[in-house]
Nanobody, 127 residues
Framework: QVQLVESGGGSVQTGGSLRLSCAASGWTYSNYCMCWFRQRPGKEREGVASIDSYGHTRYADSVKGRFTISNDNGQNTLYLQMNSLKPEDTAMYYC?????????????????????WGQGTQVTVSS
């Protein structure tokens, strides 16, 4: 059974940095996508950054140049380094993962494309 557990959220001031981690257990897929989503109050869940098993990445325009997604395959851990944080980055951040069929090349970036989810970690950026 796949379990995802996020950590690293917290409160920072504008311009600060945080590093989120997502520890995956029970993960056996060799072809996959993993993604960080966020959900701001009153908003729909949105993709922030995604990475596939080949190391290809995709970012939301709002975080390009500020956030970096990476993973440590040996430890089955996904990371999100967040720099130059803004108040609009305040949200609950979720880790998601799923297997990707070998005939698909695109990086999953929509919530419906993921079956495995963590419980979320809160990020609050104050001005």
């Amino acid at each position: 059974q796949v379990q995802l557990v996020e950590s690293g959220g917290g409160s920072v001031q504008t311009g600060g940095s945080l590093r989120l981690s997502c520890a995956a257990s029970g993960w056996t897929y060799s072809n996959y996508c993993m993604c960080w989503f966020r959900q701001r109050p009153g908003k729909e869940r949105e993709g922030v950054a995604s990475i596939d098993s080949y190391g290809h990445t995709r970012y939301a325009d709002s975080v390009k140049g500020r956030f970096t997604i990476s993973n440590d395959n040996g430890q089955n851990t996904l990371y999100l380094q967040m720099n130059s944080l803004k108040p609009e980055d305040t949200a609950m951040y979720y880790c998601a993962a799923d297997e990707r069929p070998p005939w698909l090349q695109r990086i999953f970036f929509e919530p419906y494309e993921y079956n495995y989810w963590g419980q979320g970690t809160q990020v609050t950026v104050s001005s």
